[in-house]
């Protein structure tokens, strides 16, 4: 945690860690919207409001990433976010059951990697603000190991649209992929 948000009292962090998530949440809305995906846009992260996740996060609140990351730096987990991964589909993490007698990933279904696409780019926007291109989500992926952990189709899909989103952009990727859930071709 930086030393100035440390500092910082409870209620600035509740504040402005409210501020974070309904500001992402509107541009989750947004980005599922464009995608056809309206359930998803409105009911997203929901959980992020429950007490197993809302104290956490406000404890470790920095504003610059996920509270989470400051948490699992610190302690080597996170109990907020072990709650909100098993709660939220869009996250691959969710996506993982014991198949043979070993933990291994799960396909995800596409109308939650698209949700996984559009929380992703949201996450940039918000914790990069000016900073952010629409390369950001592509590069983010590309710099951690997440896609090592994924269902290879799952990984490769996610790969592939925030290629097209880095090189077409968000609105044009977004309205390909709502004419592809529209159409079921998917």
Not at 22 to 31: L, M, S
Not at 48 to 60: N, V
Not at 155 to 175: M, S, V
Request: charged share 25%.
């Amino acid at each position: 945690m930086t030393k100035d948000m440390h500092k910082k009292s409870y209620l600035y962090r509740l504040t402005h860690h409210l501020r974070t998530i309904f500001k992402h949440h509107r541009e989750v809305r947004k980005n599922c919207f464009a995608c056809g995906l309206y359930r998803q846009g409105i009911m997203h992260d929901l959980s992020k409001l429950s007490p197993a996740e809302l104290f956490p996060s406000i404890k470790y609140y920095e504003g610059t990433r996920s509270p989470y990351s400051y948490e699992k730096e610190k302690y080597g987990s996170s109990l907020g976010w072990l709650h909100h991964k098993g709660r939220n589909k869009h996250h691959w993490e969710y996506w993982y059951d014991i198949i043979q007698n070993k933990y291994q990933p799960i396909e995800m279904p596409y109308k939650y990697l698209i949700e996984m696409v559009c929380d992703r780019v949201a996450a940039c926007k918000v914790y990069q603000g000016d900073k952010y291109s629409q390369k950001t989500p592509l590069e983010y992926l590309l710099g951690k190991h997440d896609r090592f952990y994924m269902h290879p189709n799952t990984a490769k899909l996610l790969e592939e649209i925030l290629t097209e989103i880095a090189e077409n952009g968000e609105a044009a990727t977004f309205k390909r992929i709502k004419n592809t859930i529209k159409n079921g071709n998917y």
